[in-house]
Antibody, heavy 119, light 110 residues
Framework: EVQLVESGGGLVQPGGSLRLSCAAS????????MSWVRQAPGKGLEWVAN????????YYVDSVRGRFTISRDTAKNSLYLQMNSLRAEDTAVYYC????????????WGQGTMVTVSS | QSVLTQPPSASGTPGQRVTISCSGS????????VFWYQQLPGTAPKLLMY???QRPSGVPDRFSASKSGTSASLAISGLRSEDEADYYC???????????FGGGTQLTVL
């Protein structure tokens, strides 16, 4: 079964850091682009970042560039999101998502992990 | 304010046909494929349509989509109660070098 399982979410104070992980299984991880997409409580979807198959290409939404870093470990079939200098507006469910048509779409979504930034 | 524009809500009665619009620009919907996602209450989104008008396996043919210029639309025919969900359009934006979503349309089956 194709599956993405996120972990690492939680409550963090403004200015703090958090590292999200995503374990992929059931497919050949290293041939797909991977992304993080978030959804603030009661709001719509927002793409956060994506990374190509070997990690040589990375893209970020303007609001997180310089604060968040996406990475992947092919040997561990895992995707990561290092989040620094967190702000209240980063509060959201973060979904790990498999790329479809390279970086252009998303076909497999994890169940999401909640990140709450609050003092 | 989302880069792609969708109506916030839509509704219909069982059996009806409903359409949801998605408007963008030349840097996103006008030059790249449009994708549609369905998010049922309390669940993760699901890919509903890809490459403007293609259905993944398992998606009923009651769902269809089209694109013309910088606008796209999703149509649901033979509306059913289980279609009640949020629907999002999305595309890659060449100017932003990132994916952009519409604000989402909440579909209510009356």
């Amino acid at each position: 079964e194709v599956q993405l399982v996120e972990s690492g979410g939680g409550l963090v104070q403004p200015g703090g850091s958090l590292r999200l992980s995503c374990a992929a299984s059931g497919f050949t991880f290293d041939i797909y682009w991977m992304s993080w997409v978030r959804q603030a409580p009661g709001k719509g979807l927002e793409w956060v970042a994506n990374i190509n198959q070997d990690g040589s290409e990375k893209y970020y939404v303007d609001s997180v560039r310089g604060r968040f870093t996406i990475s992947r470990d092919t040997a561990k079939n895992s995707l990561y999101l290092q989040m620094n200098s967190l702000r209240a507006e980063d509060t959201a469910v973060y979904y790990c998502v498999r790329g479809f048509d390279a970086k252009y779409g998303f076909d497999i979504w994890g169940q999401g992990t909640m990140v709450t930034v609050s003092s | 304010q989302s880069v792609l524009t969708q109506p916030p809500s839509a509704s219909g009665t069982p059996g009806q046909r409903v359409t949801i619009s998605c408007s963008g620009s030349s840097s996103n919907t006008g030059n790249n494929y449009v994708f549609w996602y369905q998010q049922l209450p309390g669940t993760a989104p699901k890919l509903l349509m890809y490459r403007n008008n293609q259905r993944p396996s398992g998606v009923p043919d009651r769902f269809s989509a089209s694109k013309s210029g910088t606008s796209a639309s999703l149509a649901i025919s033979g509306l059913r109660s289980e279609d009640e969900a949020d629907y999002y359009c999305a595309a890659w934006d060449d100017s932003l070098s990132g994916a952009v979503f519409g604000g989402g349309t909440q579909l209510t089956v009356l």
